[in-house]
C-alpha cells in the first residue's frame, strides 16, 4: 500500500496553505480555552501570513509540510533544531478534515529523525492547557508531560511541556498509533 502522505520541507508556495491549517485550528481549537482579545492576532490570516514568512528565513527554522497524494498540504511541524537547551516544536497542526489520518505521526516521526540526524537526541513543546486532544496525541507518541508554565505569547495563558529524552524511538517506530 502507498503512504497516503509524503513529508517535505515547506517551500515558499506553501505558507499560505500552512498558514490557512493554522489559522482553522487555532480557531476551532484554542476559542474555548484563550480568551477572544488574545487570540484575536493569530486568527488574522494576513498577519499570519507575514509572521510565517518571516520565520520561514530566520536560521535555525525548520519548517515540515505534510501533502497528499495530489500535492495538496494537509499539515506542518514548525521546530527549532538549534533551541537550548533543547530543540523546541513550535507548532503541529493537520487540516481539520484530514486528521486522525497519520499525517500527524508523520510529521512528528520526520521531525524527530532531522533532529537525530542533527546530534539533537530530545524535543520538547507545549500544549495549551485544556487541549486534551492534543496531549492524548503526543503522549500515543511518547511525549512525557514534565510541568506546566505560561507560554510567552499571550499573557495568562499556560501551556503543559512535553518533551522527548530521546527521539529515537519516535523516529523509527513503525506501525505505532496514528494521529
Do not use: C
Amino acid at each position: 500500500m502507498t503512504p497516503q502522505f509524503s513529508i517535505r520541507d515547506a517551500v515558499a508556495e506553501d505558507l499560505e496553505s500552512v498558514r490557512d491549517i493554522k489559522v482553522d485550528n487555532w480557531a476551532e481549537t484554542y476559542r474555548p480555552l484563550v480568551k477572544p482579545a488574545v487570540l484575536e492576532p493569530y486568527l488574522d490570516p494576513p498577519g499570519q501570513l507575514d509572521a510565517l514568512r518571516e520565520q520561514l528565513v530566520l536560521t535555525g527554522t525548520s519548517l515540515l509540510v505534510a501533502v497528499d497524494a495530489s500535492g495538496m498540504v494537509v499539515g506542518f511541524a514548525l521546530f527549532y533544531p538549534r533551541h537550548q537547551p533543547e530543540p523546541w516544536m513550535e507548532s503541529l497542526h493537520v487540516a481539520l478534515s484530514t486528521r486522525d489520518r497519520g499525517a500527524g505521526t508523520l510529521l512528528m516521526r520526520e521531525a524527530a529523525s532531522r533532529l537525530l540526524a542533527g546530534g539533537r537526541r530530545s524535543l520538547r513543546l507545549g500544549v495549551v492547557v485544556g487541549n486534551v486532544a492534543a496531549a492524548r496525541f503526543y503522549e500515543r507518541l511518547g511525549g512525557v508531560m514534565i510541568g506546566e508554565e505560561p507560554v510567552d505569547w499571550a499573557e495568562g495563558v499556560r501551556h503543559w511541556i512535553y518533551r522527548w529524552p530521546d527521539l529515537e524511538a519516535l523516529a523509527t517506530t513503525a506501525g505505532a498509533p496514528a494521529e
